[in-house]
T-cell receptor
Framework: AQSVSQHNHHVILSEAASLELGCNYS??????LFWYVQYPGQHLQLLLK??????LVKGIKGFEAEFIKSKFSFNLRKPSVQWSDTAEYFC??????????FGSGTKLNVKP | KAGVTQTPRYLIKTRGQQVTLSCSPI?????VSWYQQTPGQGLQFLFE???????NKGNFPGRFSGRQFSNSRSEMNVSTLELGDSALYLC???????????????FGEGSRLTVL
């Protein structure tokens, strides 16, 4: 069965610091990978997604992620975080019939 | 364009009771899926419906059930509630992945269930 692991459960950064959140997936076949974000009190929304092509994917709000097949990784990055990036971030992969496998999430707290 | 709407937003039940949650997908979306979100566990897949048919089911006991209506609206039901059922239940809609290779899920704000 597919699975997704996020090893950072809670990250605390100061504004302007660089961010990298780890995500590893288990499936060895063709993968569709996603990063979702949940801001406090809001619904989950898509940050970015990867299906094929350029392994460096750019999303909204300056976020990007790199798909590294040899490492089964899809890490999320942002060069300079802002206080408004405080949220919980979920990595996910999609199985058949829209069954998504989510990681346990990483809570990011950005100090102003 | 209206987003995914879930009702009720909050509810409190006692052990042994049952609960029904409702989800109205984005217009034109025919795939509806349900997830249970708990702290530290992330999102756990419950089931997915398309054209009134359950196509996929997660590893939850039979107390968890759902259905989809002809207008794509969906309901999920939990019977004989247990304390451990306390969670945020999320509904998400999308185009079926087979139709458009996007597969992006659009989430509602969730129904927060507390079981006492």
């Amino acid at each position: 069965a597919q699975s997704v692991s996020q090893h950072n459960h809670h990250v605390i950064l100061s504004e302007a610091a660089s961010l990298e959140l780890g995500c590893n997936y288990s499936y060895g076949g063709t993968v569709n990978l996603f990063w979702y974000v949940q801001y406090p009190g809001q619904h989950l929304q898509l940050l970015l997604k990867y299906f094929s092509g350029d392994p460096l994917v750019k999303g909204i709000k300056g976020f990007e992620a790199e798909f590294i097949k040899s490492k089964f990784s899809f890490n999320l990055r942002k060069p300079s975080v802002q206080w408004s990036d405080t949220a919980e971030y979920f990595c996910a992969t999609r199985g058949g019939f829209n069954k998504f496998y989510f990681g346990s999430g990483t809570k990011l707290n950005v100090k102003p | 364009k209206a987003g995914v709407t879930q009702t009720p937003r909050y509810l409190i039940k006692t052990r042994g009771q049952q609960v029904t949650l409702s989800c109205s997908p984005i217009s034109g979306h025919r795939s509806v899926s349900w997830y249970q979100q708990t702290p530290g566990q992330g999102l756990q897949f419950l089931f997915e419906y398309f054209s009134e048919t359950q196509r996929n089911k997660g590893n939850f006991p039979g107390r968890f059930s759902g259905r989809q209506f002809s207008n794509s609206r969906s309901e999920m039901n939990v019977s004989t509630l247990e304390l451990g059922d306390s969670a945020l239940y999320l509904c998400a809609s999308s185009f079926p992945a087979e139709r458009e290779n996007t597969g992006e899920l659009f989430f509602g704000e969730g129904s927060r269930l507390t079981v006492l």
